[in-house]
């Protein structure tokens, strides 16, 4: 039983499509796979580099890294491989 689609209105979700975390993402999608990496790359990180990337608002540096990861545990459980961000 696989979900067909995810629709994420997050700040953390509309924070992730603004990174362009994958080719998709201007189109509104983020890709499970992708985002995995970026999780991994956002852990490496200090907050006052998580805060330097471009695209990324400062007031979410703090919460970017969990958020990251209760998205890809939310797609890993429901089989989803694309979350597509609604700013609504």
Not at 47 to 74: N, T, V
Request: aromatic share 2%; proline share 3%.
């Amino acid at each position: 039983n696989q979900t067909r689609l995810l629709i994420g209105s997050s700040g953390t979700a509309r924070c992730l499509a603004q990174l362009e975390i994958s080719p998709r993402s201007a189109h509104g999608g983020i890709l499970r796979h992708a985002l995995e990496e970026k999780a991994l790359h956002f852990a490496s990180l200090r907050l006052s580099e998580l805060a330097d990337i471009p695209g990324m608002d400062p007031r979410r540096a703090d919460l970017i890294l969990a958020g990251s990861h209760i998205l890809l545990g939310i797609m890993r459980k429901l089989g989803a491989e694309e979350l597509r961000v609604s700013s609504y």
